[in-house]
């Protein structure tokens, strides 16, 4: 079955960068395009950006132009999501997701990770 | 970017009430709107996509409609497992946006 299994929690520094990985199963990784949606506290769900986990092409939404990289590796058929600069606003639960089903659109999501909860604290 | 404004922000009702949910985008979405349930420490579930279709694993007490800028979620008979947020969605525009989510509570 479609699996997304996200890296555990971290705690960070003011002005620290993290890498957050999201490891896809049971499906042809490179087929499909990887989002990563951020939820704040006390927030909204925040659409961050996509990665073509097939030729690595990129779109990111203007808040987060120079805050995020996603990248992948199709060998480990792992997708990754890397802040950096990071201030506590930017302390959220990260999740990466997919549209995995053909009858959906392409900004539809069916099949999330866990979440990654990332604490920036001095 | 497209604004999504869901009404109300919570909503308290009892076992089988109908329960009904708005959002209201800044511009038209062409149908482009999807809803989510994400129960408490989990991630979102998709429920409603491109404004009135079920996902097939969906129960049948959820519905969608709505066109252009405005649309409605409803339970129709509400259940002790539907205790959730729900949030809508659009994906006509980059960046897709969210409401900001209606909290379920049961009474």
């Known amino acids: 079955q479609v699996q997304l299994v996200q890296s555990g929690a971290e705690v960070k520094k003011p002005g620290a960068s993290v890498k957050v990985s999201c490891k896809a199963s049971?499906?042809?990784?490179?087929?499909?395009?990887m989002h990563w949606v951020r939820q704040a506290p006390g927030h909204r769900l925040e659409w961050m950006g996509w990665?073509?986990?097939?030729?690595?092409?990129?779109q990111y939404s203007q808040k987060f132009r120079d805050k995020v990289t996603i990248t992948r590796d199709t060998s480990a058929r792992t997708a990754y999501m890397e802040l950096s600069s990071l201030t506590s606003e930017d302390t959220a639960v990260y999740y990466c997701?997919?549209?995995?089903?053909?009858?959906?659109?392409?900004?539809?999501?069916?099949?999330w990770g866990q979440g990654t909860l990332i604490t920036v604290s001095s | 970017d497209i604004q999504m404004t869901q009404s109300p922000s919570s909503v308290s009702a009892s076992v089988g009430d109908r329960v009904t949910i708005t959002c209201q985008a800044s511009?038209?979405?062409?149908?482009?709107l999807n809803w989510y349930q994400q129960r408490p420490g989990k991630a979102p579930k998709l429920l409603i996509y491109?404004?009135?279709n079920l996902v097939p694993e969906g129960p049948s007490r959820f519905s969608g409609s709505g066109s252009g800028t405005h649309f409605t979620f409803t339970i129709s008979s509400l259940q002790p497992e539907d205790l959730a947020t729900y949030y809508c969605?659009?994906?006509?525009?980059?960046?897709?946006?969210f409401g900001q989510g209606t909290k379920l509570e049961i009474k």
């Open positions: 049971g499906y042809s990784f490179t087929s499909y395009t």
């Open positions: 969605q659009q994906y006509d525009d980059l960046p897709y946006t």
């Open positions: 511009q038209d979405i062409n149908n482009y």
């Open positions: 997701a997919f549209k995995g089903h053909h009858y959906l659109g392409f900004g539809a999501f069916d099949y």
């Open positions: 491109d404004a009135s």
């Open positions: 990665i073509d986990a097939g030729n690595g092409f990129t």
